[in-house]
Each structure stands twice: as C-alpha cells, then as structure tokens.
T-cell receptor
Framework: AQSVSQHNHHVILSEAASLELGCNYSYGGTVNLFWYVQYPGQHLQLLLKYFSGDPLVKGIKGFEAEFIKSKFSFNLRKPSVQWSDTAEYFCAVNPGTASKLTFGTGTRLQVTL | NAGVTQTPKFQVLKTGQSMTLQCAQDMNHEYMSWYRQDPGMGLRLIHYSVGAGITDQGEVPNGYNVSRSTTEDFPLRLLSAAPSQTSVYFC??????????????FGPGTRLTVT
C-alpha cells in the first residue's frame, strides 16, 4: 500500500523567510502528486499538482514543488512566506490510474510578523 | 455551482447514538469519498465510491456505512457512535476514473463530538 511521509510537523518562520516542506512517498508505479492547504477554519484547497512533464510545478500564491523520482520526493517551496501563509499543508498521492488519495500527516506552518 | 456541500457543520452525539452525515456535489463527479481528520494523523480515508451503486472501504472503515444511490449524494452513517469517532469529517469528490489527475474538491467539513 502506498504511504506518504511529511517529516516537518510544525514549522515556524518569520515573514520573508524561505520555505521548504518535505514530502516522501512510497509507491513503485506511476503516481499523481498533490499539495493541499488548509487555512484556519477552512476546508482543503489545492495548491498544486504534478502528473507528468516538467518536474518543477508552479501553483497558486507563489508556491512551487519539485518532483524527484529517484528520491520519491515532492517537496514544497516558497521563496518568501507571508503571514497569510499560516496554514496546514498536506502532501497527497494517488496511483496513476485511480483517484484514491493517500495523505501525509500534514505540516503546520506558522508565519510570524 | 455550489461545489461540495456537507451538513451539519457541527454535531454532538452521545455514545451509542446513530446519525448520518450528508454530502452532496453538483459537479457530476463520479468519485466521492469520506475522510476523517485527526490531529497529527492527517486525513484518513473512510469509504469511497467510484460511481452510483459502487462503494468500497478505505483505510479506517470500521463503525461507518455508506451508500451511493445517486451520483450527487454520498451519505456517511454512524450506526453506534463511539468517543473514538470524535473528529472532523470531510467529503470530497472528483472526476474519478475519467481523469485521476484531477484534483479532489473538498466540502467544508462536519465537526463531530461524541460524549
């Protein structure tokens, strides 16, 4: 069965700092990869996704992620975080032929002014 | 489009009571699913459906039933609530087998407390 690991459970950054959140998955076949964000009190929204092509994908609000197949990783990055990026971030994976998503445990990002 | 809607937003149950969490979508999505979100555990899949009349178990199905009589609706039933089912429940939908690359759209969630 596939699994997803997010190693950072709680990250605290100052505004304008750079962000990188780790995500590793275990699945031997083709996968689709997603990052979702959950702002306080809100439901999950898609930040970005990767399914093929350029391994560097850009999403909304200045976020990007890089798929490194050899490392089974899909790390999320942002060059300069803002206070409004305070949220919980989830990495998720589904096999290339099915919609069943497996989520990581999430990373809570707190951005201080 | 209303997207994915869930009712109720909040619910408190006593141990042993039953209830149904409602989920509906108006996007003609084939795939629908239920997750529970618990602190430090992310979202875990309870049940899912790839189309009307077809359901299957996810990672944590015990204590929950589902049915899918229409494309639009996917209710989640708790037959005899237990304190371990205190959680936030999210329903999600997507195009499913037509395109697994598409994102899943999430509802606003139901916060359930079982005392």
């Amino acid at each position: 069965a596939q699994s997803v690991s997010q190693h950072n459970h709680h990250v605290i950054l100052s505004e304008a700092a750079s962000l990188e959140l780790g995500c590793n998955y275990s699945y031997g076949g083709t996968v689709n990869l997603f990052w979702y964000v959950q702002y306080p009190g809100q439901h999950l929204q898609l930040l970005l996704k990767y399914f093929s092509g350029d391994p560097l994908v850009k999403g909304i609000k200045g976020f990007e992620a890089e798929f490194i197949k050899s490392k089974f990783s899909f790390n999320l990055r942002k060059p300069s975080v803002q206070w409004s990026d305070t949220a919980e971030y989830f990495c998720a994976v589904n096999p290339g032929t099915a919609s069943k998503l497996t989520f990581g445990t999430g990373t809570r990002l707190q951005v201080t002014l | 489009n209303a997207g994915v809607t869930q009712t109720p937003k909040f619910q408190v149950l006593k141990t042993g009571q039953s209830m149904t969490l409602q989920c509906a979508q108006d996007m003609n999505h084939e795939y629908m699913s239920w997750y529970r979100q618990d602190p430090g555990m992310g979202l875990r899949l309870i049940h899912y459906s790839v189309g009307a009349g077809i359901t299957d178990q996810g990672e944590v199905p015990n204590g929950y039933n589902v049915s899918r009589s229409t494309t639009e609706d996917f209710p989640l039933r708790l037959l005899s609530a237990a304190p371990s089912q205190t959680s936030v429940y999210f329903c999600a939908s997507s195009y499913g087998l037509r395109d697994p690359r598409q994102e899943q759209y999430f509802g606003p969630g139901t916060r359930l407390t079982v005392t």
